[in-house]
Each structure stands twice: as C-alpha cells, then as structure tokens.
C-alpha cells in the first residue's frame, strides 16, 4: 500500500493494516464485516503472521473475503472451509489457518464441518459472524434467527413450533474437548470492539502455540436486510440479540492464562 | 522388487505412498475401506498427513484444501460415499488444482450393496460434478495395473492440473494377486507457482472457483476445454488381445474386461476369431481405437456390469459402422466368462441385426430376471 506523504507536523494514527488489501469493498453501508475484516487484520501486522496466513473464505456476504486481505486465500464450498482449512493445516502445521464464515455457512449446511474440526482439536481459528440472517441471499431465515424474527423466509417471524429454534454455537462447540479457545463477542460499540479484537488475538495466539481448535463469535448486524438503518440495527443487537447469545468465553483452554496481550 | 501378494486396495494405498503422496483424507466404506485402513497405519509412519474425516464430503474437501497446496493429495470411496464428493471435485476442477480420487465401485442405485459393480460409469466418466469439465478416468482390470495407474495418475493429475479418477471395482479392490509396487520415490520439494502456502516474501495467491463475470467464466470453461483437447490427444489408453486376426471383438473395461479375456480364450478354443479392446483411460474415450475396430470386425460385444452405460460410447465412436450387442450383468453380480461366450457365439452364429438398440435386445434376452 502506499501511504501519503506527511508533513512533518502531522502524524498518522490511522491508517490501512497492511494486512487489509487496498481494494473497496463489496459490503453494505454500515455492515460490520467491514470491522471483523480490519480487526482481524490489525492483529496479523501486529503479531507479524502476514507471510504466514493462509485464509479461507466461505459462501455468503463474506464470499469475497480473498479479496480484501492482503495475505494467501482459498475460496470454500459452503459450509466446507472447516475441512478446506483441515486440509491445509495437516500439510502445513507451522502456518496460521483461518477461516471466516457467517452463520447460514457454518451453524447450517456447514455445521457438521465445524463440529468435527473442533472435536479433533483442529489448530485452525474460525472467525464466525452471527447476524441472524441468510445476507448474501437477501436474508433469508438462519439457524441463529432469533424468535419471532421475521426474514425473507419467515415472513410472520420465526414460529419456533415450525422452524425450531436458534442455535447457541458457541455454546454447542464449548462442550467439545478438542475446543481450546471458544468465546462470543460483539461489534456494537468501541468498547466491544477492542474486546473482539482482543479475542481474535488470543484465537490466533492459541494456533501459533498448537493449543486446538479455536473459535471467535462476533455478533453483528445487517442493517440491508433486517431493513433498519445501521444506529437502529446496533440498538436491536444490544437490546435482542445480546440476551440471547450472551456474550462470554465459553471454553477456555487453562494454557490460555499464560498468553499475554 | 519382488512380486508379492497383495490385496487391490492396499495396493493402491502403498502406490500412492511411494509415488509421493502427502496427504490422505477418507471415510469407511466398504469395499474400500483397506485402502484407509493402510493410509492410517503407513501416512503416520512416513510422516505424512492421515485424516478419518467425518464424512466423505468433509474427505473431499479436506483433499480440496490440502490440494490448492500444491501437495500431492488422494481420497478413496466407493460408490454412495463418492457421489457425496461429487459437490468438492467439481469445485477442484473450478479451481484447476490436481487430486486423485480411488471410486472403488459397488452395486447401486441408493444403498445398494457391497458387491463389485460397474455401475458409476456415467456419473463418473460424464463428470458427475455441477459444470463444464472433464475428468481424467482411468480403470485398472487388475491389482498390478491398480498400483501402476495410481502411480500415473498423480503425474497425469499435476501435468495437466486435473482430477484423475481411478475407477476400480469391489472385485479388483478385495482380490489378491501377485503384483509389484514401485520403488520409493522423493517427495517433492518444489511447488507450482499457483501454490497457497503462505505469501512469505512474494505477492499474496487465492484459488478459487468463482468467475463472477460470466465473460470470465466462459474464457476459464474455455481454458478447460483447450487442457482437456490436450489430454484427449496425449492420454488415451486401452488394450488390444487377440485382435490381429479378429473377426468378432469385444469392449469391455475393468473386471468386466477381465472376464471378457478369459471369454475370448474360450471362445478362440471354440475356434471363433474373437478379441478384445479394454480401454484403460475411460475418460479420455479410444474414440478412434474403436472406430477403427468397428471397420475391421463383423460385430462388437460390449461387455459392462451395468446395464450398458460404456455401451452409449461405444455406439457413438463406431457411428453405425458395425453391428453392435451388448451383454451385462448388473447390481453387483459378476458374470461368468461362459456367459460372455454364448453372446459371443450369438453374435458370431447371426443374424446381423441393425435395427433396434442392442440395450432393448439385451433386455429381451434377461426377461428371465422379470
């Protein structure tokens, strides 16, 4: 990338991670990929990691992922980057594995992918945003709708006699003994923010020490298809998603104390 | 190297360890389940990478993932397990990264059983996968000839950036026979300039099967079609037996190409002129092989363990030319070399029939079976 010339005066506190490639995004206004992406980022210039990464991309909003990091990418079959990501770990154990999937992807059609990397302990991270809806496809119902949440496809909100009800992911994947690091984080606020990034550093520091499977749970909103405005979508996550996906670390590997950040 | 007796499907497995390959990913099915079997004892051993997958189209996509490595990368499955796979080949072949795929075949449709069966011929050799591409096929009629294809089929697979499928069967995949393994070979130590292993000190690489362009997409379906033209003219393989005096021929692949032989031995006894064309690369087609057989025989028997699927191929290369029967035993039953002897001879005792399909004529022949 290439950064301005500055004046001697002037000093940059913010500028593109070099990890983040200079490309514009496909992603809607106000959507939180675009934060997930950066903090993601942000974190392998400062853990050094860009010549190390490999990511893998799934199918949803976040299909094109590959392009917007500026590291090595495979692009999955949906719900399959778990495996993708197995796949390349076992050949190359020294490398930082990462896949990035939203929910329609892996709590879906992918959900047996990812149930399996973490029970064998798989040291790759995925990095799962949940905002409750099929995105990509024009936001259709997803296994993390919430109740009474009315979709494309739950048009009078989801009746749970009918379409079931959400599933808790972290929580699920916590109970798993090959799952070292799995915590649910959101991207509300600056504060929440830090604490995601935060999260995402020690998902990656739990890789690079061979500690297991680890997953980041980002709650996110989708103004586009939940048809409100992006300050409306950050107050519906605060006031209906976050009491029920709780926010939280669901398992933590007790080697994990000894990472410091 | 001596030869030892060895089981078809460990056979293939230590093939493909000796010919290089990293990485095995797989999932228990039966008749193919010695070949992962071996691959969890022997990858470990070398130090290679050994994953029981959770399913098959976890397998595939865990060879999907090791593959855009640039790695050398296998799966084995049998029939049901390899239709799950079929969503990651055609993703493989999107991306144009090199896999080999062991398709030990039983009896089908569904569940169907554990038997040798011939059965997956179309969906295998006629792609299988969503979208334009064509996969490398290849057919052993024997476990020798198992070992020395798996060994090709990985350098066909990285020469031209290609799925290659060995299409096996229950019977060759469970028999025991004499046969050579080749000696171990290096692992590699350079990788393709495509390879995803980290952009350490070069511009960053993805793979991926996305053209979003439509444009885009028709040049890389394009770029397929030219590999694969390259393909059709560099890598067909077959067989010939007994055919330079041949009045009748038979066509016929793997264990039904074996049985075919005993049969034309048989029949030669009989003194009835009779050979045989095997093809080996099932995919690239002996298109002209058998062109030209159809215009130097009286007849040709096709002979499958299915209900005539090669047998549409086979009427196509030979446009009419020559009379054509066909004789199948289907859902997992074999049939006896006697079997093929009296099509044989009912063909070669005439009418010459060129009317009708000679499927419909089988049929009428089976009715027994209503």
Same mark, same amino acid.
């Given at each position: 990338m290439t950064v301005p010339e500055l004046d001697s005066e002037q000093v940059a506190v913010y500028q593109r991670p070099d990890a983040l490639s200079d490309t514009n995004t496909h992603y809607c206004p106000g959507c939180t990929h675009g934060v997930a992406h950066r903090l993601i980022a942000e974190v392998v210039d400062e853990m050094g990691l860009r010549e190390r990464m490999i990511g893998v991309a799934s199918v949803g909003c976040s299909v094109f992922a590959y392009n917007y990091f500026d590291f090595d990418f495979v692009?999955?079959?949906?719900?399959?980057?778990?495996?993708?990501?197995?796949? *390349?770990?076992?050949?190359?154990?020294?490398?930082?594995?990462?896949?990035y999937q939203g929910d329609g992807d892996l709590a879906s059609i992918g959900m047996a992918e990812v149930v399996h990397a973490a029970a064998r302990g798989e040291n790759i991270t995925c990095i799962f945003i949940n905002n409750t809806n099929y995105g990509?496809?024009?936001?259709?119902?997803?296994?993390?709708?919430?109740?009474?949440?009315?979709?494309?496809?739950?048009?009078?909100?989801?009746?749970?006699?009918?379409?079931?009800?959400?599933?808790?992911?972290?929580?699920?994947?916590?109970?798993?003994?090959?799952?070292?690091?799995?915590?649910?984080?959101?991207?509300?606020?600056?504060?929440? *923010?830090?604490?995601?990034?935060?999260?995402?550093?020690?998902?990656?520091?739990?890789?690079?020490?061979?500690?297991?499977?680890?997953?980041?749970?980002?709650?996110? *909103?989708?103004?586009?298809?939940?048809?409100?405005?992006?300050?409306?979508?950050?107050?519906?996550?605060?006031?209906?998603?976050?009491?029920f996906y709780a926010l939280g670390d669901y398992k933590v590997n007790p080697s994990v104390a000894d990472i410091k950040i | 190297m001596a030869k030892e007796?060895?089981?078809?499907?460990?056979?293939?497995?230590?093939?493909?360890?000796?010919?290089?390959?990293?990485?095995?990913?797989?999932?228990?099915?039966?008749?193919?389940?010695?070949?992962?079997?071996?691959?969890?004892r022997r990858m470990p051993e070398e130090g290679r990478a050994f994953v029981q997958a959770e399913s098959e189209l976890a397998a595939i996509n865990m060879v999907y993932g090791a593959a855009c490595t640039g790695r050398r990368v296998m799966s084995s499955s049998s029939s049901p397990g390899v239709s799950l796979m079929l969503e990651g080949i055609s993703y493989m072949a999107g991306t144009e990264v090199p896999a080999v795929i062991v398709d030990v075949m039983r009896g089908g449709p569904g569940l169907g059983n554990i038997q040798?069966?011939? /059965?997956?011929?179309?969906?295998?050799?006629?792609?299988?996968?969503?979208?334009?591409?064509?996969?490398?096929?290849?057919?052993?009629? /024997?476990?020798?000839?198992?070992?020395?294809?798996?060994?090709?089929?990985?350098?066909?697979?990285?020469?031209?950036? /290609?799925?290659?499928?060995?299409?096996?069967?229950? /019977?060759?995949?469970?028999?025991?026979?004499?046969?050579?393994?080749?000696?171990?070979?290096?692992?590699?130590?350079?990788?393709?300039?495509?390879?995803?292993?980290?952009?350490?000190?070069?511009?960053?690489?993805?793979?991926?099967?996305?053209?979003?362009?439509?444009?885009?997409?028709?040049?890389?379906?394009?770029?397929?079609?030219?590999?694969w033209a390259k393909i059709r003219e560099n890598e067909i393989r077959y067989k010939e037996y007994y055919l330079d005096d041949a009045e009748y021929a038979i066509v016929g692949f793997g264990s039904a190409g074996r049985v075919a032989l005993s049969a034309v031995r048989q029949a030669r006894e009989m003194g009835i002129k009779v050979g045989l064309l095997r093809p080996i690369s099932l995919n690239p087609f002996p298109v002209d092989a058998i062109e030209a057989l159809g215009k130097r025989v009286k007849g040709i028997l096709v002979v499958e363990m299915n209900t005539g699927q090669m047998l549409d191929d086979v009427l196509l290369a030979t446009r009419g030319k020559v009379p054509v029967e066909f004789y199948g035993r289907t859902g997992g039953v074999i049939p006896f070399p006697d079997e093929v002897v009296s099509a044989v001879q009912r063909l070669a005792a005439g009418p010459i029939v060129t009317t009708g399909h000679p499927r419909d004529r089988w049929m009428k022949f089976m009715s027994f079976l209503n």
């Open positions: 692009q999955s079959p949906h719900g399959r980057a778990p495996a993708m990501a197995t796949g *390349i770990k076992r050949v190359l154990p020294d490398r930082i594995v990462l896949t990509m496809t024009g936001g259709q119902m997803a296994p993390t709708t919430l109740p009474g949440q009315k979709t494309t496809s739950s048009p009078n909100g989801r009746d749970v006699e009918v379409n079931g009800y959400p599933i808790r992911t972290a929580e699920l994947l916590s109970k798993l003994d090959g799952a070292s690091y799995v915590v649910r984080r959101s991207l509300h606020d600056p504060k929440n *923010i830090r604490l995601a990034k935060k999260a995402i550093r020690t998902a990656f520091e739990v890789q690079k020490r061979g500690l297991g499977f680890s997953m980041v749970e980002l709650l996110s *909103i989708c103004p586009t298809n939940w048809g409100m405005t992006p300050r409306q979508a950050i107050q519906w996550l605060e006031e209906k998603m976050i009491p | 007796m060895m089981k078809g499907n460990e056979a293939v497995a230590e093939a493909a360890i000796r010919a290089g390959v990293q990485a095995y990913f797989g999932y228990p099915i039966t008749p193919q389940t010695e070949l992962l079997e071996w691959m969890s040798p069966s011939q /059965s997956d011929y179309n969906q295998i050799v006629h792609g299988g996968g969503h979208g334009d591409y064509h996969p490398i096929v290849l057919a052993p009629c /024997s476990v020798q000839e198992s070992i020395d294809l798996t060994v090709l089929a990985f350098d066909l697979a990285e020469k031209y950036r /290609s799925i290659v499928i060995i299409l096996s069967d229950g /019977s060759i995949g469970q028999m025991m026979e004499p046969a050579e393994l080749p000696p171990m070979m290096p692992l590699k130590t350079s990788f393709p300039e495509w390879a995803v292993d980290g952009a350490a000190g070069r511009e960053r690489r993805f793979l991926s099967s996305i053209y979003m362009d439509a444009p885009a997409e028709e040049v890389a379906n394009m770029r397929l079609l030219n590999r």
